[in-house]
């Protein structure tokens, strides 16, 4: 069998090596090279003292079945944990300092329930007039780009993107509404104005229509994790892999092609040849990799935006807090002023996470709009994160936890355009036979979306069919976030 060199051991990575040892067998030929020593990329977790913390992914989500399938065949199905549904309402939203619950049926920025946004105290009045008016704005454009902010104001009004659906939806991607765009980003919305003329109806609809199927088996829950911690994953899918043919500590510089073959230039100076690479790494860094090989490639994958985030995970006595921490969390309104984007309640809404007489919060902080203070150094995190849950929730004991995650040019940015710049990369890669690219840059930057990428990225090269085994993506309707 030919042989493949997969830069990058993240999930991508990983999982690229999985499926080509599992679509090739015996005959698999792979070489992974990881430039650290951690395999996992951000997916990291920590255990210490009874808590379980997470650095970077806390969940995934089971919409799309690759991560749920990929666990199971890796024997981790008993260990999959979905999040507590006995807190209600799960979420909350800040506005003017206080936390006001999210109205229930809320699906990112659409509303499936009336009376619950009736009876909110969280939109004004004008607000929920406006929201009404949905059902009568006409459908854009078919096929145009749009940002994020400007379809939801569009459609719902900006109240409802300064309050819900901005700090919601951009907060997935650590993105800024107005540049992100719909289309790469939650393009089920775009479809569902133009086949159902508004977003309300449309959710009722399918709504109605899944109450109405005939599914039996427990749906997994939305947000799903692992009971050890999503590291468990990585680890897993390492200890199918061949320890010979994973490489640590091997920073991959550039690539080029010689005598039908690519020579791949390692930054200690040695350098290994193939006849394919996968390159799962951040899209800058393949950037500088195939600058070489093909500079107008290196500054297409150039173009797509990365920004900072930073996580910081406090753990405090129960008995030594005032409020419940009854649902996942709050996000914060970017017009609130805070410098912080959300907060996750981890040890309610995931099990494990804490000693009994503990709890565990997680802080993000910087994205698009405040990329300067997730470059912080930790202590100056910690500080930060203390400060704002202070002012915010009145927690002032002194945590027995605390850590800070950093993580530079991190999250990538699917801008309007996005997809138009995906098409120029896919068609300058053809011109390269044996190159592909996989991870969280192009098609989606959620745990499934990278795993998936590496599926198909081991399918094409092996040339198995990809209707054979490509993950099934469920019919199901986008994350709720108040149920
Ligand atoms: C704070 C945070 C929270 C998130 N939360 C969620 C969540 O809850 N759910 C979810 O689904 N997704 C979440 N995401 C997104 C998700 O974690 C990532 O998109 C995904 O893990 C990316 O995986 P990857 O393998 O594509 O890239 P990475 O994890 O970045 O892996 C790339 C690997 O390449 C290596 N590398 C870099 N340069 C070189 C080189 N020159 N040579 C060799 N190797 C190199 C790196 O060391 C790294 O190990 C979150 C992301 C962040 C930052």
């Known amino acids: 069998m030919s042989k493949t060199v997969i830069i990058g051991g993240g999930i991508s990575g990983l999982a690229t090596a999985y499926y080509l040892q599992n679509f090739a067998g015996a005959d698999a030929n792979y070489l992974l090279l990881e430039s650290s020593s951690h395999l996992g990329g951000k997916i990291t977790s ?160 399918r709504k109605k229509a899944q109450a109405g199927s005939t599914t039996t088996g427990k749906r997994p829950s939305m947000f799903t994790t692992l009971t050890g911690g999503l590291q468990q994953l990585p680890d897993a899918i390492v200890g199918q892999l061949n320890p010979q043919q994973v490489g640590l500590n091997c920073r991959v510089q550039s690539l080029a092609f010689e005598g039908g073959q690519y020579r791949i230039s390692l930054a200690d100076g040695s350098s290994i040849l193939a006849d394919n690479v996968v390159c799962t790494t951040p899209a800058y860094v393949t950037a500088d990799i195939v600058q ?121 940015q699917y801008e309007v355009g996005h997809r138009a710049r995906i098409a120029e990369i896919d068609h300058v890669v053809e011109s390269h036979p044996g190159l592909y690219l996989a991870g969280a840059a192009y098609r989606g930057s959620g745990i499934p979306d990278c795993i998936q990428s590496g599926m198909d990225a081991a399918l094409k090269i092996t040339q198995l069919p990809a209707t054979a085994l490509r993950s099934t993506e469920s019919k199901v309707l986008p994350v709720p976030v108040a149920s």
């Open 46 to 205: 920590d255990a210490s003292d009874g808590f379980l913390v997470e650095g970077g992914p806390d969940s995934f989500l089971t919409q799309k079945s690759a991560t749920l399938d990929l666990c199971r065949a890796l024997g981790l199905g008993d260990q999959l944990i979905g999040s507590n549904q006995t807190a209600m309402p799960s979420t909350y939203v800040l506005s003017n300092g206080r936390l006001h619950p999210m109205p229930e049926g809320m699906m990112l920025m659409a509303p499936t329930m009336i009376l619950p946004i009736l009876r909110s105290r969280l939109i004004s009045w004008p607000g929920k007039l406006r929201m009404g008016m949905e059902i009568f704005v006409r459908p854009g454009e078919r096929d145009s780009d749009e940002s994020l902010a400007s379809f939801v104001r569009r459609r719902l009004g900006s109240e409802l993107l300064d309050k819900i659906a901005g700090p919601l939806m951009a907060g997935i991607h650590a993105g800024d509404p107005e540049r992100l765009s719909l289309r790469s980003t939650f393009p089920m919305f775009a479809d569902m104005e133009q086949a159902d003329g508004s977003l309300v109806l449309g959710m009722i609809k």
């Open 292 to 412: 070489q090989l093909d500079p107008s490639l290196a500054e297409k994958l150039r173009a797509i935006r990365y920004v900072s985030t930073s996580t910081v995970s406090l753990g405090f006595r129960r008995s030594e807090l005032t409020c419940p921490l009854n649902g996942f969390g709050f996000i914060v309104p970017a017009s609130e002023g805070r410098r912080i984007n959300a907060c996750t309640w981890t040890s309610t809404k995931f099990s494990n996470r804490a000693p009994g007489d503990c709890v565990l919060i997680r802080v993000f902080v910087g994205g698009a709009l405040a990329e300067d203070l997730a470059e912080q150094d930790e202590a100056k995190l910690i500080e930060l994160a203390r400060q704002e849950l202070r002012e915010i929730l009145g927690i002032t004991a002194t945590p027995v936890l605390a850590k800070a995650y950093r993580w530079h040019k991190s999250n990538p």
